[in-house]
């Protein structure tokens, strides 16, 4: 059973920082592309970084300078190290895992408010 949770969100002021973790079971991280997504209330669900299995990364232009996605492979665990947040960044984060042949998966999400 695959399984991926996340955990690190919360309530941050504007221009502070959080690192969220994604903590996978059931697959190996180093073989799968993950990645991290963002839903904001109201708004549809957006990519917001990713790293392929050979570990080269994207950004959404909206956090590049700003987000940095990275993985342990030795915890099976990935993380998204957010920096200079901004009230705009409010939203549910899932952690992403996608393989063409094993099949794609999602965690259950995790919140983080951006307000003073």
């Known amino acids: 059973q695959v399984q991926l949770v996340e955990s690190g969100g919360g309530l941050v002021q504007p221009g502070g920082s959080l690192r969220l973790s994604c903590a996978a079971s059931?697959?190996?991280?180093?073989?799968?592309?993950m990645g991290w997504h963002r839903q904001a209330p109201g708004k549809q669900r957006e990519l917001v970084a990713s790293?392929?299995?050979?570990?080269?990364?994207n950004y959404a232009d909206s956090v590049k300078g700003r987000f940095t996605i990275s993985r342990d492979n030795a915890r099976n665990t990935v993380y998204l190290q957010m920096s200079s947040l901004k009230p705009e960044d409010t939203a549910v984060y899932y952690c992403?895992?996608?393989?063409?042949?094993?099949?794609?998966?999602w965690g259950q999400g995790t919140q983080v408010i951006v307000s003073s």
């Open positions: 790293m392929a299995w050979g570990g080269s990364t």
């Open positions: 059931g697959i190996i991280v180093s073989l799968y592309g």
């Open positions: 992403t895992a996608q393989h063409k042949v094993r099949g794609n998966y």
